[in-house]
C-alpha cells in the first residue's frame, strides 16, 4: 500500500476509534464496510451477518450483492460468513468455480452474481457473526487486504459488544424499573386491604387478567392511583339479558277483534 493510502486509512481507523464510543453503533458499522470496499484491495462488496441459535440474518450490507450472498448461506446453511462465524475461524474462498466445499452456495453464488471469492471473518462477542468482503475478481485477496479487513474486523467486534452490552444494560434497567412497580403496588394492595403478599400479588393478577393487560400496567396504575383499576361490567352479557327478558316477558295484548 503506498504512503498517503496507509496515512488516509490510519485517519480513518483513528476515526471509527474515536466514534465508536460516541456516535451511533449502526451508521460506525454502516462506516467499517465503506471502508472494507474502499480498502481492502479486490473487495466489491461487503456486509455484516449474525447467527442467533438457528436463526441467521444480515445486520448490514455494502449493496445488493453482499444481501443475496448472505441470503444464499443462509437458505443453504453453508458457507463461509456461516462457518465464520460459528467456527471463530477466518475462512478464505477463492473461486467459487472451482471451490469444494459449501457446493449448493458456491454454485448459486456463481449462477446469482458475478463474485468469485469471498472472505469472512468471526466477528468476537456474545452474538455470533462474521465481517465478509466479497470480491469479484479469483483469489481477490492477498495478504495486505486479509490484515486490512482484520483491523476493520476488530473495530466491528467492538461496536458489536457495545451494542450488546447497551442493549442488556437496557432490558436489566426496564426488568428493575417493572420489578419495583410490582413491589410498589403489593406494598399498596397489603396496606389497604389489609391482605398478605400472595393475596395482593392474586389480585394483581385476576386484574390483569380480567383486563386484558400486562401485569405491569396494572401495577403503575396502582402506584399512580393508590387502588386497583375497575374492571368495566360485561356490556355484552347485560345486553344479552335484556333481550332476553324482552323476548319472554309480557305479550303485547292484541286488540280483540270485532263481535
Known sequence: METDAMVELSREFAGIAAEIHNG?????????????????????????????????????????????????QFEFDQGPAVQAARTEVTCLLFDVQTEPRWRRFVDGAATATAVRSALSLPLTGETSAALTCYGEAAAAFDDEAIDIATIL????????????????????????????????????????????????????RRASQNLHRKLREVAAEVVETGTLPEVPAPAAADKSAQDGSAQHGSAVPQPSATP
Do not use: P, W, Y
Open 153 to 204: 474486523a476488530a473495530h466491528a467486534s467492538t461496536l458489536l459488544a457495545l451494542s450488546e452490552a447497551s442493549d442488556h444494560a437496557a432490558n436489566l434497567e426496564t426488568a428493575l424499573q417493572h420489578s419495583r412497580e410490582i413491589g410498589a403496588a403489593l406494598g399498596i394492595l397489603m396496606a389497604h386491604r389489609k391482605v398478605t403478599q400472595d393475596d395482593a400479588f392474586a389480585m394483581l
Open 24 to 72: 451511533d453503533g449502526g451508521t460506525v458499522l454502516r462506516r467499517v464496510l465503506d471502508l472494507a470496499v474502499k480498502h481492502v484491495h479486490g473487495c466489491t462488496s461487503a456486509s455484516i451477518a449474525v447467527i442467533n441459535g438457528a436463526h441467521f440474518r444480515t445486520l448490514l450490507a455494502s449493496d445488493e450483492v453482499a444481501e443475496r450472498l448472505d441470503a444464499l
